[in-house]
């Protein structure tokens, strides 16, 4: 076994690790560039909606929560409005009246919107936040397990890297942040667990932490309350003192929760916001087998995605081979089971399937932060020379197979920023035309364009013929619409009479007013151009 030992010392030396460590920083840098660069930057999906919160915000005002539109003229009362579930919600004002609001967190967008930064660049920020996660990752290690060799911090820092979180990172997203929030609340507790000490000030901020990371996502509070669960088990023959010790953690999360809560509850009538209520909905559609069919595609994968432990068996053989062969301290049982426990309560308890694209591994993105967190902390002292070895060697198969992924969700990334500028420069031909959406599938690209030019939905003829009626009544010479020129797939997350209503739902036009002057398929999407007869 010399020449493995010559590899991982090799492998693991200062020189090596700065060279991956800055190829790797380097390489996200080159792709985020890419993917803004262009027509539009890559904003899609539920992106989309998160930049159209955040700018209705900065030109109207931080208090202003109605959905952004330019079709205010057209259409008033949000009766065309493109965007249906999941992304935006009804809810009934004070003074009886139907209000159009997006379902996401407000304070991500009210926050992002105060930066005086153009939103091309919001994109960015997201994975400046991401190295800022890292950075607060590697500083668990150093502060909570004492590592102090650069070598070990370098690994831990790639190892993260190419987790499966970056397929939040590289979207404006409000998870990155969260996770922000909610590591300093860990690291709050952590060293509690392992100082058992006052640290009022520092504790105090994490709680205050704790409680933003909820609000901006919500399976955070499964992440604390397991926390907290295993604290107070570990700590069971000494419940007044450990309450005391917690005491200013406790304080500053409750007044974080009481705070945002209450803002929440005057301006939407939900303690934890519009998304709560569509969340409680979903949960309550959805049965049991569903969710074992979610938790089984995440733990496989299915034709499209990868799994859990396709992405991770180096990870989880360390679990297993650290949990049978080496003595573990207190701190590193606590991190493991919250990691392990939490994950299975998210994948169980979330009421929709772990993503899109290749990597798909949503939600649970905190328990890899986690699981690398104990991972390395294995390294923190000075094991036998041959377990030295097989950690070290797992977490060197951990990053390659890492990057093997993220190299593969990148390509299908790639694939979709070609069609995107390829549909955004058609838009951009007739910048004055309105686009008529017969299918909320269609909206999953509109990305920037949405804040340029009106987008509508008519999902049937009925539909249409009032909003050409308006139209013509407002003077509007051409329109255009766009539509997928195939059946759309069906969501798992979405229900058959959605499906059929909203996404399903394309039809050959028939107007009284327009004639239809082109007709024309690019990308598998279908554009017509409409001009008044």
């Known amino acids: 076994m010399n020449w493995l030992s010559l590899f991982l010392h090799w492998v693991t030396s200062k020189r090596i690790l700065y060279l991956i460590l800055g190829l790797v920083v380097c390489f996200l840098v080159y792709k985020r560039i890419s993917w803004d660069s262009g027509i539009s930057p890559l904003?899609?999906?539920?992106?989309?909606?998160?930049?159209?919160?955040?700018?209705?915000?900065?030109?109207?005002?931080?208090?202003?929560?109605?959905?952004?539109?330019?079709?205010?003229?057209?259409?008033?009362?949000?009766?065309?409005?493109?965007?249906?579930?999941p992304w935006v919600y009804f809810i009934q004002t004070r003074d009886n009246q139907k209000k159009c609001v997006f379902q996401y967190p407000t304070f991500f967008a009210q926050t992002f919107s105060l930066l005086p930064i153009?939103?091309?660049?919001?994109?960015?920020?997201?994975?400046?936040?991401?190295?800022?996660?890292?950075?607060?990752?590697?500083?668990?290690?150093?502060?909570?397990?004492?590592?102090?060799?650069?070598?070990?911090?370098?690994?831990?820092?790639?190892?993260?890297?190419?987790?499966?979180?970056?397929?939040?990172?590289?979207?404006?997203?409000?998870?990155?942040?969260?996770?922000?929030?909610?590591?300093?609340?860990?690291?709050?507790a952590l060293v509690l667990e392992s100082a058992k000490k006052h640290i009022l000030i520092t504790s105090f901020f994490a709680g205050i932490s704790g409680g933003i990371s909820i609000f901006l996502r919500s399976e955070s509070v499964i992440y604390i309350g397991v926390l907290g669960f295993f604290v107070l088990i570990s700590n069971r023959?000494?419940?007044?003192?450990?309450?005391?010790?917690?005491?200013?953690?406790i304080i500053g999360f409750s007044l974080a929760v009481f705070l945002l809560g209450a803002y929440n509850f005057h301006e939407f009538g939900e303690i934890f916001g519009v998304r709560s209520k569509v969340s409680l909905n979903d949960f309550g559609r959805l049965q049991f087998s569903d969710r074992l069919h979610f938790f089984k595609e995440f733990i496989l994968g299915n034709t499209y995605r990868t799994g859990f432990l396709y992405y991770c068996f180096p990870v989880v053989l360390l679990i297993i081979f650290s949990l049978i062969k080496l003595n573990l301290t207190q701190i590193q049982k606590l991190v493991i089971g919250v990691a392990f426990v939490s994950l299975v309560f998210v994948v169980l308890l979330s009421p929709y399937s772990q993503g899109g694209l290749y990597l798909g591994l949503r939600y649970t993105e905190f328990s890899y932060l986690l699981f690398s967190i104990f991972v390395i902390s294995l390294l923190s002292k000075d094991e036998h020379l041959?377990?030295?070895r097989w950690i070290l060697l797992l977490i060197i198969l951990q990053i390659v197979l890492g990057f093997y992924?993220?190299?593969?969700?990148?390509?299908?990334?790639?694939?979709?920023?070609?069609?995107h500028e390829i549909l955004q420069s058609e838009w951009n031909k007739y910048p004055d035309a309105p686009v008529v959406h017969l299918s909320t599938f269609d909206l999953l690209l509109i990305s920037d364009s949405f804040l340029k030019k009106p987008h509508l939905i008519a999902n049937k003829q009925s539909e249409f013929?009032?909003?050409?009626?308006?139209?013509?009544?407002?003077?509007?010479?051409?329109?255009?619409?766009?539509?997928?020129?195939?059946?759309?797939?069906?969501?798992d997350n979405i229900s058959d009479e959605f499906y059929n209503e909203w996404v399903n739902s394309k039809y050959e036009i028939e107007s009284k007013f327009y004639r239809k002057i082109s007709d024309s398929n690019t990308a598998g999407y279908r554009y017509m151009l409409w001009e008044k007869k």
């Open 237 to 249: 023959r000494k419940i007044t003192s450990i309450i005391k010790l917690y005491s200013p953690l």
């Open 43 to 85: 904003i899609q999906s539920d992106s989309q909606i998160k930049l159209y919160q955040t700018i209705q915000y900065k030109e109207k005002g931080i208090q202003k929560h109605e959905c952004y539109s330019k079709n205010i003229e057209i259409d008033p009362e949000f009766r065309f409005y493109p965007f249906r579930y």
């Open 118 to 188: 153009p939103y091309r660049f919001l994109n960015g920020m997201i994975l400046l936040f991401y190295f800022f996660l890292t950075l607060g990752f590697v500083y668990v290690l150093r502060s909570v397990f004492y590592i102090r060799k650069i070598e070990i911090l370098c690994l831990g820092a790639i190892l993260f890297l190419v987790g499966y979180s970056i397929s939040s990172a590289i979207e404006f997203s409000e998870s990155i942040p969260s996770h922000i929030f909610l590591l300093f609340f860990f690291y709050g």
């Open 405 to 419: 992924h993220v190299k593969r969700n990148f390509k299908t990334i790639d694939f979709v920023k070609k069609y």
């Open 386 to 388: 041959e377990d030295k």
């Open 465 to 491: 013929e009032d909003l050409e009626t308006r139209f013509h009544d407002l003077g509007i010479s051409q329109f255009r619409v766009f539509v997928y020129d195939f059946k759309p797939p069906k969501d």
